[in-house]
């Protein structure tokens, strides 16, 4: 059964740091695309940050050059999303998510990780 539990969330000022985690099970995260989706109040889900099978990352244009997503391929088996110099309106709910490698295979989500930015 495939987990992704998310951690790191918490209250930072405008203009700081924060890193957020995702540790997943039942999967190795190094086979999937993995992303960082965000949800604020009233807000639909919107793409944040991604990387594909090959390494390669993607962000909103609202977060390039302030966010920064990896991955220990390793034993960690853990994706993280590097946010510096954030602004309130980072503000939200961070999902991690894992795109699922076959059609009848549901996408996998996390339970979510609170970031609040005071301004």
């Known amino acids: 059964q495939v987990q992704l539990v998310e951690s790191g969330g918490g209250l930072v000022q405008a203009g700081g740091s924060l890193r957020i985690s995702c540790v997943g099970s039942?999967?190795?995260?190094?086979?999937?695309?993995m992303a960082w989706f965000r949800q604020a109040p009233g807000m639909e889900r919107e793409l944040v940050a991604s990387i594909n099978r090959a390494d390669i990352t993607n962000y909103a244009d609202s977060v390039n050059g302030r966010f920064a997503i990896s991955r220990d391929n390793n034993a960690a088996n853990t994706v993280h999303l590097q946010m510096n110099n954030l602004k309130p309106e980072d503000g939200a709910t961070y999902y991690c998510h894992a795109e699922s490698l076959w059609p009848d295979e549901p996408d996998s989500w996390g339970q979510g990780a609170q970031v609040t930015v005071s301004s």
């Open positions: 039942g999967l190795a995260v190094s086979s999937y695309a």
